[in-house]
């Protein structure tokens, strides 16, 4: 598939259809793939890299990427077609300047899980029938591919392009067993108190980084309410468990309706906090309260919080009256 | 003495005998008003001046039918045959206030009389 | 800090919108209908002011409780305020009770500029609710705390 | 460095008997950036206002707080003395101590604490407030009235009088309301047509008022000066400007058995019908519910004898859309319908009626021509029995809990007219009270009893029951003489209670105007605004506030015009200035805002910004058109970056207020 892909965007670097290429390149190790722009065919046969470890979203850098001057292609899985889309529908993205190239997604492998089962010096990975063949600096190993399989990709909502100028490889489908709210359900059965444990722990890891936030392509304000000294809320470093609480309960907020699903907080976050739980919250919110509703599946419906049902829509008490307890 | 027992036939009627206006409605609509000497609004204005003991000694207490009609009708859901009934009560828990004993029983008994009525009559009427 | 239940006396912060729920409050002042002094009230526009960052902010700085109160529903003075509350407040209390936060901590009341008693019964039931719970702490920013 | 000025009302000792004035005085005085804090006996006294404009000017404010009743009350009043002081209005805040605390608190030393906290907030918030200056926005001259009633034909005729443009929309056939239905008035007994016809008349010829008879209204939008209504005009399926209401049509329609609601049902119309002789505009309407024609295309004789080819049998309902300045709601009342009082036997007996009804069988125009004839065998009633409240002042969801106002005197007017006319008639009336406060009212209520010899029984009618032999028995308590009685009656008349128009509350919606439980319009100050509903440009007029009696209707009417006519003289308003606005260099464009906004006032536009590398970016931002924005402020919660914010009710004041709360 990297061949195709090289060969597809140097023809049509070549005939003058994008002037540039979004996709990734290698970083420090093999297993950390960074998003890249590619400006020449050179720097493309050099360093463009699409393999089991890509998993990075690149939608988001598009808001900045399509506003330079020329067309740009970017390689999009089905995951970031959503993300993507969902940026054309806010008007982030100009949509005139991408040239979309839906490619297959994951699973995506995650390297840490490798290197929990003790493999390390990691050079390259080979999936044979299930089986990853790891070619390390101490020889080869093996393990089972399902155990390896990137946290985002284990839920995966959708194969599905809901975005695309042309299709490399097979289209997939919207997957409606995927099992994602399982684990939000899970916690909704336990007691507040089980819960208010389980979040203290997560959250209490928190270093504030703002990777989630910088990753996130629903996170995309000219400037974030936490940086801005004027919201009365901003803040640098999260000094107590209320800021903890706090910063991540108001970027849920901010993003829901908007969320995608694309998973890419959990996947960056360093404390491995499972941020994507506090965003699958308010979808299934939606989905049960107000309809389902998959964001980024089209460019016009209107988003749950931009909407209402005068009729139907059921009162907040609805939280005290379900649940546990 | 009176207070406690307005306090009590308010709390076992659960009526707020505030609400009537005076329209006169449950004694206008009452069944039994001619057998009666206090008639159902005067209940309700007895039991709010605490003027209750006349009520207890008078036989009005027995000649309510407990139909309802007042319940039903009055326009501020004030509910006259509740006090009447918890003027009833006050008035035979009182020891041996009994108002039907079973040796009265034969006497009343003719064919047409249903023997659930005579049933009822004791729960109604006794302790 | 030992907390004595019978003398703790929360803070409670009522987000009312002006024009049905704060004259509701201004009724019940006007035909003398006690609550409690725990609530203190901010006037906003519409309860679609309400920023979930206020709430947030209110437990942060110490508040045992927080109610937006707005118009009914159909009754919003700005036709459609109420119902984005409404979302809103929803998916805000589902998120505190997600984290295990006290989900009776928190209240969305639709009362009227003719509900006085409906104002008045509301907040003497809602501080009795947080009263029950005890102070917040689960939200609460230590270093807001007083000393 | 900011510069806060203090005062604290006493309000007599509406605030001064619970709260320790001077205590909150005190407290406040130590907050940082108050320069001065005092107490007053009355601060919304000229001589409390000078004591503010002398501190500002002395002290050279930058803000102040009024500790006072509710801002509701006189947020304006401290406003205005601020200006005239030369202190921005929009640098005032209120601090409501008395109905949020000197009025629900009992206990000195909370309600002073409560007191001083409430202080806190508001200080907190001015030092965030900012000078705020009003926008102006035109105003169409043109009003709006909604309902062609009484109270409504009163309205329209003031403003038409004042010289501006009206119109009227009425859901019925013809404008007139229920007052078109009324036999006499009272207390003077004269003829209602002979004083409500010439009313229409000159409105109809008025060249100022334009009709929208049997039209309705559809859609508001807008605000004060500037509403754009669509009204919906019903067919008629006949052509409004080619009928003369000739009447030929409806002489020769064919469908005779349809009941006549103008007279209650009392009698039959045809299918094609003009709802009685003064009817205005006086044009037929084809009722397709009944009409063979629309309902299976068979006759077409009212067609044929058109003279003037006004049928249009293929008329289809028809929308426009005006503009208008300000809008008047006179949708008025009706009787309760009485179907769940089976003791009254109403839907039983044809011979108990409402008083309603009993106006149109009295009336010369009504089914028997003037004549009260029994309905059920039209025989002459001997015994009459009034029985009020009849739905009224009831606590049950039966009835209203409200006293419906008009009953006693109608009902004196109906006993009195009665035996004036046969005084062969007994006229029994059972009154709960007899409620006649009004010019010439009790004494209109005397005559009945002292020279007319109605007798008026202190009870309530418990049960009326229809006999074989015709008569109907009353059951009823005389409470005086303590018994119970029972009246032979041959008529019973219900006064049923009166409750607003059901298309009262949809309208309400639409107007974004408040209602109270019982559906009347709530007026935007019990006593000293009745006439203006809380939502700027809308008026009230008659029963729809309340139940009214006609000159009260009336008087309210008129009030009601005036109030639109100083709307209408404006050529401007001023704005509230307390709206949205978006910081340009933090929207993301991303059109949240606008998805939730309910006046259409944010627009979207590419601006270029010059980068921190210098470069040009253009970007899609939004604008909020002032004049237009309303200031709910439901675009500043969307608005994720927090781009959008609210003047007067700012994220960080709100945030000020509740930390000074919470501290």
């Known amino acids: ?153 284990e839920n995966c909502k959708s194969t599905k392009h809901v975005v695309y100028d042309e299709l490399m490889g097979e289209e997939g489908e919207v997957i409606a067993d995927s099992g994602r709210f399982d684990r939000v359900a899970e916690l909704e059965n336990m007691t507040a108190q089980q819960r208010f444990e389980f979040w203290r722990e997560q959250l209490s890891k928190c270093i504030r980084c703002n990777a989630c936030r910088n990753v996130c392509p629903a996170c995309s304000c000219e400037n974030c309410v936490f940086d801005n000294p004027d919201s009365g809320i901003s803040n640098k470093a999260a000094a107590d468990s209320f800021e903890e609480n706090n910063f991540h309960i108001i970027r849920a907020f901010h993003v829901a309706g908007r969320c995608t699903d694309c998973g890419e907080c959990s996947r960056v976050c360093p404390q491995n906090i499972p941020l994507h739980l506090l965003n699958r919250k308010f979808i299934k919110d939606i989905n049960e309260l107000y309809g389902e509703y998959q964001a980024g599946e089209d460019t016009t419906s209107r988003a749950p919080l931009t909407n209402y049902n005068a009729d139907e829509d059921c009162e907040p008490s609805i939280v005290h009256e379900r649940g546990a307890e | 003495m009176d207070n406690n027992l307005k306090e009590q036939i308010l709390r076992s009627s659960g009526v707020n005998v505030l609400k009537c206006m005076r329209c006169g409605k449950c004694s206008g609509t009452c069944p039994s008003y001619d057998e009666m000497e206090y008639h159902p609004h005067q209940f309700v204005y007895m039991v709010e001046k605490g003027d209750i003991q006349k009520l207890m000694e008078s036989e009005s207490i027995y000649k309510c039918l407990t139909c309802f009609a007042c319940v039903e009708r009055c326009p501020r859901n004030v509910e006259p045959a509740k006090v009447v009934e918890a003027v009833r009560l006050a008035a035979i828990r009182q020891q041996g206030n009994n108002h039907l004993t079973p040796v009265q029983i034969p006497g009343m008994l003719d064919e047409d009389l249903p023997q659930q009525a005579i049933v009822t009559a004791f729960r109604k009427y006794t302790k | 800090m030992q907390v004595n239940d019978n003398n703790f006396e929360p803070v409670i912060v009522a987000f009312c919108c002006n024009w049905c729920s704060y004259a509701g409050a201004d009724l019940s002042g006007t035909n003398r209908l006690n609550y409690p002094t725990n609530v203190k009230i901010i006037r906003v526009p519409c309860s679609c002011r309400v920023n979930p960052m206020f709430i947030l902010r209110a437990f942060q700085r110490g508040a045992d409780g927080v109610i937006i109160c707005g118009c009914h529903p159909g009754d919003c003075h700005y036709t459609s305020g109420n119902y984005y509350a409404r979302r809103r407040i929803t998916l805000l209390y589902s998120m505190l009770d997600f984290l295990g936060i006290e989900r009776d901590r928190t209240r969305l009341e639709w009362v009227s500029a003719a509900e006085g008693a409906k104002f008045a019964a509301t907040m003497e039931s809602f501080t009795e609710q947080v009263k029950a719970l005890g102070p917040n702490r689960r939200l609460e920013d230590l270093r807001c705390r007083k000393q | 460095m900011q510069r806060i000025g203090v005062f604290v009302c006493h309000c007599g000792t509406n605030i001064a008997a619970t709260v320790d004035v001077k205590a909150v005085a005190e407290a406040l005085g130590h907050e940082p950036g108050v320069v001065i804090s005092q107490d007053y006996q009355y601060m919304c006294s000229e001589s409390g206002q000078n004591l503010v404009k002398d501190a500002i000017k002395e002290h050279n404010l930058s803000g102040i707080v009024i500790c006072s009743c509710s801002p509701r009350m006189h947020e304006n009043t401290f406003r205005k003395a601020a200006a005239a002081a030369g202190l921005n209005p929009y640098l005032v805040e209120i601090a409501n101590i008395r109905e949020q605390c000197s009025w629900i608190h009992r206990d000195i030393a909370t309600a002073t604490e409560k007191a001083i906290i409430l202080g806190k907030a508001a200080v907190a918030k001015v030092h965030l407030n900012t000078p705020l200056t009003s926008m102006e926005s035109p105003v169409v001259k043109r009003a709006l009235v909604i309902g062609g009633g009484i109270a409504g034909i009163q309205t329209a005729l003031d403003i038409a009088e004042a010289g501006f443009d009206v119109d009227i929309v009425e859901k019925e056939a013809t404008i007139g309301g229920k007052m078109a239905q009324i036999d006499k008035t009272f207390p003077t007994l004269d003829c209602a047509a002979c004083i409500l016809t010439p009313k229409m008349v000159e409105a109809s010829q008025n060249e100022k008022i334009h009709i929208y008879a049997f039209s309705e209204v559809e859609a508001v939008k807008g605000f004060v000066g ?267 008349v219900l006064a049923a209670a009166i409750e607003p128009d059901k298309t009262a509350r949809p309208l309400a919606t639409m107007l974004t105007t408040q209602m109270d439980t019982n559906d009347f319009f709530t007026e935007a100050h019990p006593k000293l605004r009745p006439v203006e509903s809380a939502t700027a440009g809308i008026f009230l007029s008659g029963a729809c506030q ?96 927090g781009a959008m914010d609210l003047s007067g009710f700012s994220n960080s004041q709100i945030m000020a207020e509740v930390d000074a709360i919470c501290k």
């Not at chain 1, 969902?86 to 190239?101: A, C, D, G, P």
């Not at chain 4, 109030?563 to 709206?579: F, R, Y």
């Not at chain 4, 601006?607 to 210098?614: A, C, I, L």
């Open chain 4, 546 to 641: 309340g139940p009214k009696d006609i000159p009260e209707t009336v008087a309210q009417g008129s009030a009601a015009a005036a109030k639109a006519i100083g709307l209408l003289c404006k050529n401007s308003i001023t704005c509230n200035p307390c709206v949205a606005h978006s910081d340009e260099l933090m929207c993301n464009g991303c059109s949240s805002c606008e998805k939730v906004r309910p006046y259409g006032a944010i627009t979207y536009s590419d601006k270029e910004f010059r980068m921190p590398d210098r470069t040009i970016a253009v970007r899609r931002v939004a604008s909020v058109n002032p004049a237009v924005c309303q200031g709910c402020g439901a675009c500043t919660v969307a608005c994720p970056s």
């Open chain 4, 226 to 492: 500037n509403f754009t209504v669509k009204i919906k005009r019903k067919a008629r399926y006949v052509d409004e400007v080619k009928c003369t209401g000739c009447g030929a049509c409806i002489e020769k329609c064919p469908m005779k058995k349809v009941p006549n609601e103008f007279n209650m049902g009392l009698d039959n119309r045809h299918a094609v019908y003009i709802p009685f002789a003064q009817a205005v505009p006086k044009i037929a309407t084809i009722d397709p519910n009944y009409c063979m024609m629309l309902k299976n295309g068979k006759c077409g004789l009212c067609s044929k004898v058109c003279a003037a080819g006004a049928i249009d049998y293929k008329q289809q309902d028809s929308f426009i859309e005006e503009k208008y300045g300000a809008i008047v709601v006179a949708t008025g009342f009706n009787p309760i319908k009485l179907d769940k009082y089976d003791e009254f036997s109403y839907n039983t007996c044809p011979d108990v009626v409402t008083s309603l009804e009993l106006e149109r069988l009295m009336n010369a125009a009504g089914p028997n021509g003037g004549t009260l004839l029994r309905p059920s065998d039209k025989s002459h009633p001997h015994t009459i029995v009034f029985v009020q409240c009849v739905g009224s002042r009831c606590s049950d969801e039966k009835g209203k809990p409200y006293c419906s106002k008009i009953c006693c005197m109608y009902t004196a007017k109906h006993a009195m007219l009665i035996r004036d006319k046969y005084p062969d008639t007994e006229v029994y009336v059972f009154y709960i009270d007899v409620r006649t406060p009004g010019k010439n009212f009790d004494e209109f209520y005397r005559r009945a009893v002292e020279q007319y010899n109605v007798h008026y029984i202190k009870g309530m009618v418990g049960k009326v029951t229809p006999k074989s032999d015709g008569k109907i028995d009353v059951q009823a308590s005389d409470l005086l003489s303590n018994e119970q009685l029972h009246i032979d009656a041959d008529m019973v």
């Open chain 1, 1 to 153: 598939m990297q061949e195709a892909m090289i060969n597809r965007a140097k023809e049509l670097m070549a005939d003058g259809t994008v002037s540039r290429v979004i996709g990734w390149k290698r970083g420090e190790f093999a297993y950390d793939i960074t998003p890249a722009v590619f400006e020449t065919a050179e720097e493309i046969d050099s360093d463009f890299v699409c393999d089991d470890f890509t998993a990075a979203n690149v939608s988001k850098y598009l808001i900045k990427e399509s506003r330079k001057e020329g067309r740009i292609l970017a390689f999009l899985k089905p995951c970031d077609t959503y993300s993507f889309n969902q940026l054309i529908k806010e008007h982030r993205i100009i949509r005139e300047n991408v040239y979309v190239i839906g490619i297959p997604g994951g699973p995506k492998l995650d390297a840490e899980k490798l290197k929990a089962r003790g493999i390390t010096g990691i050079l390259g990975v080979r999936n044979e029938k299930g089986t990853l063949h790891i070619d390390t600096v101490y020889g080869e190993e093996t393990m089972p591919m399902f155990e390896a399989i990137l946290g985002k990709c």
